[in-house]
Every structure is written in C-alpha cells, then in structure tokens.
C-alpha cells in the first residue's frame, strides 16, 4: 500500500520512473528476506533432523514428530511423513537412514505442495429435504496474527453478495478478549449477522451449539466458524477443536449418513 501511495505521488509530479525505481528497489528488499528468512527455517529443519541420528536413546518417531511440528509443517503432512517411515522400517528397533528420511520429506512436502488439486469450497446440498442438510459450516483455524478474523469477514462478505447467501457468523473464540468485538465489527462490516456467547454458555463448543441453533432456526445458508488462535503442537486446544466438531456432527446428525463431511470445509489460515 505504501508503494502504492509513492507510486502514484511520484507520477502525479511527473517522476514516475522514480516511482518505479522505488518499487523495483522495495521488491527486491522483500524478496530477499523472505528468502532469507525461508533459508534460517530450513537449516533449522535440516540441523534438527541432523540431531536425530546423533542422539541415542528415545524415542525417535516421537523426536520426529516434535521436530515436524516446530518447522510448522502440520499434522496432515506430519502424520503422512509419520505413517511413510513406519513402512519401511525393518523392524520394531531399526530407523531409516537419513538419506531416506530426507526423500520422504522431499516426496510429502512435494505432494503436500500440489496445487492440480481443486480448492472450491465444498457447500451442503441446498435442495436437500432434510433442513440438516441445507446447512454449510465452515471451520476456520490457524495461529494468532494469521489473519482469521479478517479472511472471515471477507469470505462473508462475498458468500452474500456474490453468491446471494445468508451468512452467520459464529464467534468462538473465547480465550482473546478482543475477538469477539473484531468479529462483530466484520460482521456489521460484511452486512451479515454474528452470533456471540451469552451469559449461559460457557467456551467455544457451548457457543458453537447456540450458533447451530440459530443457523438452523433463521434458515441461513452457511455458518462460519471463528477458532481460538493455536500451534499445531497444542494438545489442549487442539482437543477443543475436536470437540467442536463432535458438536457439529452431533447437531446436525451426521452419525445418521457415514458419508457426510461434516463440517463441510476446515479452512487453515
């Protein structure tokens, strides 16, 4: 935005080549510590898994696991790299080399890279009979300072005027004071409705239950949910989560029909 502020000031006075100079020089800068900044975690990575076949003793799978977890990798590629040594481990005591180690990595973060895959969110059947099942529900998860809250207001945003839905959103994250109020205020914001917890609930799966009440009631189209901020590697809260998505398959029934998905779409930020 800054840039783009320079930009047009110098173009105004006649200076545009400058204008762009300054751009050219600003990419240049942030391209360069990104990757810098992407080279420091890889070293770690590589310095990290170096100590696993230097360190004697413990248990290993568990070593692994603690170290794909601090390099952010996430569970879904951290338990498929998980699940790849435990096949071509020749017995109960043997380890692979770090030679195959480094090609599992190099296979499943490839993979994990692969975008021929489509990413369209997936949406309940508006025709359905069953009113359960008109329902969409979005789960929304990532660290604190992603961006949750705000990819929530501008996914709102567009999920009504674009494609002519009733959205509500479902503020559970109850653990940061202030987001509650930066929810409601995307929500007046987007021009969608919020719903927020009452003096009778108490966490975010309590909230999660009122706001399925809700949705289901008023007849929204899509229900979208705020997550409290978590690491990967945090059990407790990570714990919530899962019950989280018992409240909402409990709520919705979809124990009755194995083939749901339900929520419908979990979206990482």
């Not at 320079?6 to 545009?16: D, F, I, P, V, Y």
């Not at 170290?67 to 043997?94: H, K, P, W, Y």
Request: with cysteine.
């Amino acid at each position: 935005v800054e840039q783009l502020d320079n930009l047009t000031q110098k173009a105004s006075r006649g200076k545009l080549g400058e204008g762009l100079l300054d751009a050219a020089t600003y990419t240049q800068q942030t391209n360069a510590a990104i990757v810098d900044g992407l080279a420091k975690s890889r070293n770690q990575l590589l310095y990290d898994l170096e100590g696993l076949f230097n360190n004697e003793g413990g248990d290993v799978l568990q070593q692994l696991e603690d170290t794909l977890l601090r390099s952010d990798l996430g569970m879904t590629t951290t338990n498929d790299i998980l699940e790849e040594v435990r096949s071509l481990r020749q017995d109960s005591t043997a380890f692979v080399s770090q030679k195959d180690l480094k090609s599992i990595l190099r296979g499943k973060l490839l993979e994990a890279l692969d975008t021929s895959y489509s990413t369209a969110i997936t949406f309940a059947d508006p025709d359905a009979e069953d009113p359960l099942r008109k329902l969409t529900v979005l789960l929304v998860m990532g660290a604190n300072g992603m961006g949750k809250t705000t990819t929530i207001g501008k996914l709102a945003h567009r999920l009504q005027n674009e494609g002519d839905q009733k959205v509500l959103l479902a503020a559970c994250d109850t653990y940061r004071a202030a987001a509650v109020p930066q929810l409601e205020a995307w929500a007046e914001r987007a021009g969608v409705d919020c719903y927020a917890n009452e003096e009778s609930q108490n966490g975010p799966s309590a909230v999660l239950y009122g706001a399925l009440d809700k949705a289901i009631h008023d007849q929204y189209d899509t229900l979208i949910v705020d997550t409290s901020g978590r690491l990967s590697n945090n059990a407790a809260l990570n714990a919530e989560l899962l019950k989280m998505k018992r409240v909402i398959q409990k709520r919705l029934k979809s124990g009755d029909d194995p083939t749901l998905q339900i929520p419908h779409e979990v979206l990482l930020v």
